[in-house]
Each structure stands twice: as C-alpha cells, then as structure tokens.
C-alpha cells in the first residue's frame, strides 16, 4: 500500500512518515505543499493520503477534494489542530478514513491505517476460478455481477465474462459484504449499481439485474447501506 503524508511542517509529515514505514512497512512519500503533493499523485499509485487541513497558502481541504476528482479510489485522512471546526465542510464533499488531531496519538492511526489496510486487501484480492482446464485470477473489484445458469455461472466484469462450473451459493463466501445475493440466479456487486427501481437495479454498465422477492429485502438494504444511501 502507497501513502501520502502532506503537511507544510516538514517534522510533523517526516514523523508520521518514519513510524508507518517502520511498523507498517508501507512506501510512505512526504510533501509539504500542492505541488509536491501532485507530483506524487500523478507519478505514484497512491492509496491513501494523510493531509493536514491547514496549509501555508493552501488548503488541506480543497487539495483533498482536487485530488480525489481526479483519483476517486483514494483514501483521506485530515490532521488538523483545530477540534472539529473544519469537519462540517469536509463532509460537504468527502467522506474521511477519520481525523488525526495534533499532538498526533498514534493509536488512533494504528486504527486508521489497519482501516486502509482491509479496505487496500478487498480492493486487489481475487477470485480464482477454473473453466475448460484453464485457471483464471479476477480482481474480485472488477466484477459487476454473477449469473447463474444451468450448471455454469457467468462472471461479468468491466471488461470481459468468464464462466466455470459452480453453484452460485458457494460464491457469498468468497466475496466482500458489498456483494448481494438478489436473484436465484445473480449475485451484484453493490459498488457498480447506480439505480434502485422495484424489481430491478440498474448498474453502471447499462445491465439490468432482476431482484427477486424472496431477496429483495436484504439486497435493497445493503444496497442503500453502503452506496444508495
């Protein structure tokens, strides 16, 4: 996992930095202003960032928000020193890993990058299948949804459709929470759904993926939970 540290006092951002380097063993960049700051963006695959509120000349906030319209995948952590007098125009616009206020307690950062951490395992794990003796490795986030037919279930992604001989039960467990199981025959990954209508979502794609009664409660709810909400 790539981090950020963004802070205009370069001994906060270089402390932070060398304690998650040596109890995490992450690869940790600093910066102390925009332009440092976007410069690793672009040339680095970050995942999460850790950013002071108040910049010199700046803004921690509006950075933030610059950065994740161009890279929305990646994670916010605020330092601030000021309480919580920033966090009504944060939420405006983005929804933070948390805040770190000053004096940093590293507790509470422990608690936040083991949070980064599951979310990092979920984003770049894989599903392995096996289809006409060929072995398959799928980003399991790339996957919009499973559908079952007969004795063969169609995994559909952004890109491509695999296929191989399972039962649709035996794929929830191997799945992150925010699949649903909303059909006898489809399983949809909540993440790529952008309309609710009954009996029916709608997902990014354009598919239409049936709801069926008997799992249109907890579908519906997991949905509005973690994306329609």
């Known amino acids: ?10 001994s906060i951002a270089n402390s932070i930095a060398e304690y998650i380097k040596n109890k995490f063993k992450h ?12 410069n690793v963006i672009h040339s680095e695959n970050i995942d999460l960032l850790i950013i ?7 803004n921690g906030i509006f950075l933030a928000e610059d950065i994740q319209k161009d890279q929305s ?21 983005i929804t933070p890993q948390g805040f770190l206020e000053k004096p940093i307690q590293y507790n509470i950062l422990n608690f936040f990058i083991k949070q980064a951490e599951n979310e990092y395992k979920k984003k770049t794990a894989k599903l392995k299948i096996s289809y006409d003796f060929k072995e398959h490795l799928i980003p399991i986030d790339s996957i919009l949804y499973i559908q079952s037919s007969k004795r063969v279930c169609e995994i559909i992604t952004d890109d491509k459709i695999y296929r191989c001989y399972k039962k649709l039960s035996d794929f929830p ?31 990014t794609n354009g598919a239409i993926i ?15 939970m973690n994306f329609g909400g």
């Open 210 to 224: 049936p709801i069926s009664d008997s799992y249109a409660k907890d579908a519906k709810n997991l949905y509005l």
């Open 27 to 38: 690869e940790v960049f600093v910066s102390i202003n925009r332009e440092e700051a976007l």
């Open 52 to 58: 002071d509120i108040v910049l010199k000349d700046d």
């Open 1 to 10: 996992m790539n981090i950020l540290v963004c802070d205009d006092d370069f």
């Open 73 to 93: 995948n990646i994670k916010i952590i605020f330092i601030t020193g000021y309480g919580n007098v920033y966090y009504e125009n944060i939420y405006e616009h």
């Open 173 to 203: 467990k191997e799945l992150p929470e925010y699949f649903a199981r909303c059909h006898q025959s489809y399983i949809v990954n909540t993440k790529y759904i952008v309309s609710y209508q009954s009996g029916q979502f709608t997902l």
